[in-house]
């Protein structure tokens, strides 16, 4: 468990934390940081017959998960959306500084907001619209935020149209580094793909992608 050093009721857990039972703080949400670690193993770290290509639906979660880079933590309660954008952006910050913290394993590093309290009617516009409003800081930051919910997000894959990658069992947000082969998710807004070729340089547009 890691608590902000100068927020200590920001924490983020790992799965060590999770699986032998969460702290007495989160014994209310135990069910649902439980599921979202059944569905990084079960769904997320494997290969899916509807994917449209081999190998996991995530190529990242193996990895983060077993070098203890995979960070969850819970936004409790009824939120609105100035709440949800401070509570992303407070975590994007932080993520930054574990990113740092630790160079060998910096791309890694992955940080999961969930909102178990959410009722169905708002995940579209609280965490649907959050990313889409801070996608841009994200990507220009080099990294990439990602938005999964039981709905699911109406966001195809990229082997698969008829299918929907992104469904997860508790609507959360998610933190992570931007790679080479995101291309695929910037080419709808030229200032993603200048962004991305800052970051990886002119080159790194042709790359291909490994992603649902």
Same mark, same amino acid.
């Given at each position: 468990?890691l608590?902000?050093?100068?927020?200590? @009721? $920001?924490?983020?857990?790992?799965?060590?934390?999770i %699986?032998?039972?969460?702290?007495?703080?989160?014994?209310?949400?135990? %069910?649902a940081?439980?599921?979202?670690?059944?569905?990084?193993?079960?769904?997320?770290m494997?290969?899916?017959?509807?994917?449209? $290509?081999?190998?996991?639906v995530?190529?990242?979660?193996?990895g983060?998960l077993?070098?203890?880079?995979?960070?969850?933590?819970?936004c409790?309660? &009824?939120?609105?959306e100035p709440?949800?954008?401070?509570?992303?952006?407070d975590?994007?910050d932080w993520?930054?500084d574990? &990113?740092? &913290?630790?160079?060998?394993?910096?791309?890694?590093?992955?940080?999961?907001?969930?909102?178990?309290d959410?009722?169905i009617?708002?995940?579209p516009?609280?965490?649907?619209?959050?990313q889409a409003?801070?996608?841009?800081d994200?990507v %220009?930051?080099?990294l990439?935020i990602?938005?999964?919910?039981p709905?699911p997000?109406?966001?195809?894959?990229?082997?698969?149209?008829?299918f929907?990658?992104?469904?997860?069992?508790?609507?959360?947000?998610? *933190?992570?580094?931007?790679?080479?082969? @995101?291309?695929p998710f910037?080419?709808m807004?030229?200032?993603?793909?200048?962004?991305?070729? $800052?970051?990886?340089?002119? &080159?790194? *547009?042709g790359?291909?992608n490994?992603?649902?």
């Open positions: 468990m608590t902000h050093p100068t927020s200590p @009721d $920001r924490v983020l857990l790992q799965a060590t934390d %699986e032998p039972g969460p702290p007495a703080r989160y014994g209310e949400y135990a %069910e940081l439980r599921a979202t670690l059944v569905w990084a193993r079960q769904y997320l494997r290969p899916n017959p509807d994917l449209g $290509r081999t190998g996991p995530c190529p990242f979660v193996a983060s077993r070098h203890n880079r995979f960070h969850l933590t819970v409790a309660g &009824a939120l609105d709440t949800v954008l401070d509570t992303v952006r975590h994007r993520f930054l574990l &990113a740092r &913290a630790d160079v060998k394993q910096a791309q890694l590093t992955t940080i999961l907001i969930l909102f178990p959410l009722p009617q708002d995940i516009r609280l965490i649907d619209d959050t409003k801070l996608k841009l994200f %220009e930051s080099g990439m990602g938005q999964f919910h709905i997000p109406n966001q195809p894959g990229l082997w698969n149209p008829d929907r990658p992104l469904r997860s069992p508790v609507p959360m947000l998610v *933190i992570r580094h931007m790679v080479p082969s @995101d291309i910037l080419t807004d030229s200032r993603y793909l200048a962004a991305h070729r $800052r970051v990886f340089g002119p &080159a790194s *547009i790359i291909g490994d992603h649902a």
